[in-house]
């Protein structure tokens, strides 16, 4: 019978020997394990080693797990950034699409500013052309003819560049606060701030008139933006009407004021003191003691604290600001029989006018005064007479009317001691001249109104608002530029005829 030996190794020293038996996993595609055969072991070791083998199958699990999460994570990475470019295609194509528009719209600024400035040039230079042979110039001689041509060309591009700085001026939001803007000259003042683009603080003494108004000016804007087009709806994208209750009177309240157009729209471009009351037509003996206070604390008391305020805000800020103070009846020292309380004021409002140009001569706030005449408001029918209402007839116009010749100056306003009147000579001699087919216009003979109600007017004026009449054309022209160009045609004319005076046949 066989003998069988046994024998006995130590498993360190085999291990040291032959490390492929460490205890080592090896693991397989099919999740084989390689690991020491056991008859090598101490039952101590053999416990270790069976405690590290479940730990290690463990961990091969969780490897297994990881692997699995690379797997599915890369997958997705691959569907994510496939996405992402099939969108930043889109927003790419989107973005090229803005900047096209954005293009096409500066493009068309540009001519539109070009065929201006050509219109400008070549009109001034028809005119000093026709005052030449107008004033006795001989058609045959070419060189004075060019001459006056070319003295037209630098007037028409003096004039022209104007036109352009002035256009390019107008773009942008204005920030604008308008005091008593809830009925009258100031609704329509900020109805058309509004719809120029600007951003619009109205306030009045009655929070519930301040509500209606932000709701009324609100669907006014959604209806011009419904019909505007690409351009004209871009730039009444920033457009926005807030509004806050503020007793002129009471300081605390102007600050408030202040402070809540600086929170709502950030800072004050423009602000216009326009609250005011007449309390009628009547002798000074029959004002009692609180009409008088009242019309002074608004019309007086008021503006200088709402100046004082804006002069604070504006002076703090890098662009500065333009504050109008409103000019009416008594402005110019005039006497004014009937409303001698209300003239008083507004002559007292010339003065602060006056001082505080010297007072801030080198600072950055622009004082400004804008005179719109006579407006068909309340302030102005309250106590009026059928002799009053005929003389209306003639010279006064609706508030909507004068806000549109007022508003786009008041936007390009520059510098300090800019007065923007409505009643301009030339209005006030074509109404004089029109007088008689004025008559019945706005009152019958027996002092009745003829005029259609604030609402029907509104939808009139939209429609009329968006045509661009001749009469428009002729607003682009400041009044001083028809009267350079008169002027500067009859003395160029003059001159050409004075130094060529000896060469015309028969001299």
């Given at each position: 019978m066989a003998t069988v030996a046994k024998i006995h190794l130590s498993p360190l020293g085999f291990r040291r020997s032959l490390g492929m038996f460490d205890p080592i996993n090896v693991e397989g595609r099919r999740g084989l394990w390689v690991r020491p055969c056991r008859s090598f072991r101490s039952e101590e070791e053999g416990e270790a080693a069976e405690k590290e083998m479940?730990?290690?199958?463990?961990?091969?699990?969780?490897?297994?797990?990881?692997e699995y999460k690379r797997r599915v994570n890369k997958v997705l990475g691959v569907l994510k950034s496939g996405i992402l470019k099939v969108s930043s295609r889109s927003r790419s194509q989107d973005r090229f699409r803005e900047e096209l528009e954005k293009f096409e719209e500066n493009l068309s600024s540009i001519a539109l500013q070009i065929g201006r400035y050509i219109v400008t040039m070549m009109s001034t230079g028809v005119v000093l052309l026709t005052g030449f042979q107008l004033s006795g110039g001989e058609a045959q001689m070419d060189a004075l003819i060019w001459y006056s041509w070319l003295g037209g060309i630098i007037i028409g591009t003096m004039i022209g560049s104007n036109m352009v700085l002035e256009e390019v001026s107008r773009a942008g939001p204005r920030n604008v606060i308008i005091t008593g803007s809830t009925r009258?000259?100031?609704?329509a003042l900020a109805r058309e701030f509004l719809l120029?683009?600007?951003?619009?603080?109205?306030?009045?003494?009655?929070?519930?008139?301040?509500?209606?108004t932000i709701r009324e000016l609100e669907d006014s804007l959604k209806e011009v933006i419904a019909t505007a087009g690409g351009s004209s709806r871009k730039n009444l994208a920033q457009a926005k009407v807030v509004g806050i209750a503020c007793d002129?009177?009471?300081?605390?309240?102007?600050?408030?004021?202040?402070n809540f157009a600086v929170n709502e729209l950030g800072s004050i471009d423009i602000w216009i003191n326009n609250a005011g009351t007449n309390k009628g037509f009547r002798p000074l003996l029959q004002f009692s003691h609180e009409d008088i206070q009242q019309i002074v604390s608004t019309n007086l008391v008021g503006s200088i604290l709402c100046t004082r305020e804006a002069m604070h805000v504006m002076g703090s800020q890098d662009k500065g600001g333009h504050i109008f103070n409103m000019d009416g009846a008594g402005s110019g020292g005039s006497s004014t029989p009937l409303t001698a309380v209300y003239g008083s004021t507004k002559c007292g409002l010339r003065q602060l006018q006056s001082s505080l140009l010297k007072e801030c001569k080198r600072s950055k706030v622009g004082m400004h005064t804008a005179s719109p005449g006579m407006v068909l408001t309340d302030l102005l029918l309250s106590g009026s007479t059928i002799q009053n209402k005929q003389m209306f007839n003639i010279i006064c116009e609706h508030p909507e009317t004068v806000a549109r010749t007022l508003v786009p100056r008041m936007r390009v306003v520059k510098g300090s001691g800019k007065a923007i009147n409505y009643l301009t000579p030339p209005r006030i001699l074509l109404a004089l001249v029109t007088a008689w087919l004025r008559r019945g216009r706005w009152f019958d003979a027996q002092g009745r109104a003829l005029y259609a109600a604030e609402a029907d007017r509104l939808r009139n004026w939209a429609e009329s608002r968006t045509r661009f009449s001749f009469t428009d054309a002729m607003e682009m022209y400041t009044e001083d530029t028809w009267v350079s160009v008169f002027s500067l045609s009859v003395v160029c004319a003059f001159i050409i005829l004075s130094s060529t005076g000896s060469t015309l046949p028969g001299t």
């Amino acid at each position: 019978m066989a003998t069988v030996a046994k024998i006995h190794l130590s498993p360190l020293g085999f291990r040291r020997s032959l490390g492929m038996f460490d205890p080592i996993n090896v693991e397989g595609r099919r999740g084989l394990w390689v690991r020491p055969c056991r008859s090598f072991r101490s039952e101590e070791e053999g416990e270790a080693a069976e405690k590290e083998m479940g730990s290690e199958r463990k961990c091969g699990k969780s490897s297994n797990q990881l692997e699995y999460k690379r797997r599915v994570n890369k997958v997705l990475g691959v569907l994510k950034s496939g996405i992402l470019k099939v969108s930043s295609r889109s927003r790419s194509q989107d973005r090229f699409r803005e900047e096209l528009e954005k293009f096409e719209e500066n493009l068309s600024s540009i001519a539109l500013q070009i065929g201006r400035y050509i219109v400008t040039m070549m009109s001034t230079g028809v005119v000093l052309l026709t005052g030449f042979q107008l004033s006795g110039g001989e058609a045959q001689m070419d060189a004075l003819i060019w001459y006056s041509w070319l003295g037209g060309i630098i007037i028409g591009t003096m004039i022209g560049s104007n036109m352009v700085l002035e256009e390019v001026s107008r773009a942008g939001p204005r920030n604008v606060i308008i005091t008593g803007s809830t009925r009258g000259l100031g609704k329509a003042l900020a109805r058309e701030f509004l719809l120029s683009g600007d951003r619009v603080v109205v306030a009045s003494h009655s929070p519930e008139s301040v509500d209606m108004t932000i709701r009324e000016l609100e669907d006014s804007l959604k209806e011009v933006i419904a019909t505007a087009g690409g351009s004209s709806r871009k730039n009444l994208a920033q457009a926005k009407v807030v509004g806050i209750a503020c007793d002129v009177c009471n300081p605390r309240d102007v600050q408030k004021l202040a402070n809540f157009a600086v929170n709502e729209l950030g800072s004050i471009d423009i602000w216009i003191n326009n609250a005011g009351t007449n309390k009628g037509f009547r002798p000074l003996l029959q004002f009692s003691h609180e009409d008088i206070q009242q019309i002074v604390s608004t019309n007086l008391v008021g503006s200088i604290l709402c100046t004082r305020e804006a002069m604070h805000v504006m002076g703090s800020q890098d662009k500065g600001g333009h504050i109008f103070n409103m000019d009416g009846a008594g402005s110019g020292g005039s006497s004014t029989p009937l409303t001698a309380v209300y003239g008083s004021t507004k002559c007292g409002l010339r003065q602060l006018q006056s001082s505080l140009l010297k007072e801030c001569k080198r600072s950055k706030v622009g004082m400004h005064t804008a005179s719109p005449g006579m407006v068909l408001t309340d302030l102005l029918l309250s106590g009026s007479t059928i002799q009053n209402k005929q003389m209306f007839n003639i010279i006064c116009e609706h508030p909507e009317t004068v806000a549109r010749t007022l508003v786009p100056r008041m936007r390009v306003v520059k510098g300090s001691g800019k007065a923007i009147n409505y009643l301009t000579p030339p209005r006030i001699l074509l109404a004089l001249v029109t007088a008689w087919l004025r008559r019945g216009r706005w009152f019958d003979a027996q002092g009745r109104a003829l005029y259609a109600a604030e609402a029907d007017r509104l939808r009139n004026w939209a429609e009329s608002r968006t045509r661009f009449s001749f009469t428009d054309a002729m607003e682009m022209y400041t009044e001083d530029t028809w009267v350079s160009v008169f002027s500067l045609s009859v003395v160029c004319a003059f001159i050409i005829l004075s130094s060529t005076g000896s060469t015309l046949p028969g001299t």
